[in-house]
Every structure is written in structure tokens, then in C-alpha cells.
């Protein structure tokens, strides 16, 4: 982990982008700290929304689905009073 300041990471931001590949780079500014990685779908999404938009995908390949045949109505459409 590296630790520089907002001065010098505008001035290599290639640079740090770079070594973020590997390791995360804090930059402070102020009382504040930043921190640049590289974003993966393991450590940017919740695993629980993953999990269900998966499901979802599944469910639409196999024709599980209910189709809305009115928006305007939408719970009389889902046949839902």
C-alpha cells in the first residue's frame, strides 16, 4: 500500500494508475483519504444483488416470467387486486 498526495497523484496519474493494478494507492487531500484499486465484479457488487440477477437471467431463459400486458395497470395486469 502506498500513501501520496492529491498534488502527486494529478501530476502520475498514469503512474498510479498503474501500480493500483497490484497494490491499492491512498491518496490524501485534506483531512480526507481516497483510495484507488481496480474495481472486479467480486468486490464492487453486493454478492446477494449478483446472486439475484443471476436468478433472474435464468428464470427469463427458461420462460418463467410473467409478462405485463398493461403498465398502466400494473397489478391488475399481474393479475394482483
Keep these: ?3 501520496i498526495s ?3 497523484f494529478r501530476s ?4 498510479y494508475f498503474d501500480l493500483a493494478r497490484n497494490s491499492q494507492i491512498l491518496v490524501k ?4 483519504t481516497f483510495v484507488i484499486s481496480v474495481a472486479n465484479p467480486q468486490t464492487l457488487y ?3 444483488i449478483v446472486r439475484r440477477v443471476h ?3 435464468e428464470n427469463l431463459e427458461k420462460g418463467n416470467v410473467q409478462v405485463i400486458k398493461d403498465v398502466h395497470n400494473l397489478w ?6
Aim: aromatic fraction near 0%; charged fraction near 40%; glycine fraction near 8%.
Design 1 to 3: 500500500m502506498l500513501v
Design 6 to 8: 492529491s498534488r502527486e
Design 12 to 15: 502520475n496519474q498514469k503512474k
Design 29 to 32: 487531500r485534506g483531512n480526507d
Design 46 to 48: 453486493r454478492p446477494e
Design 55 to 57: 436468478e433472474s437471467l
Design 76 to 81: 391488475s395486469s399481474l393479475g394482483i387486486e
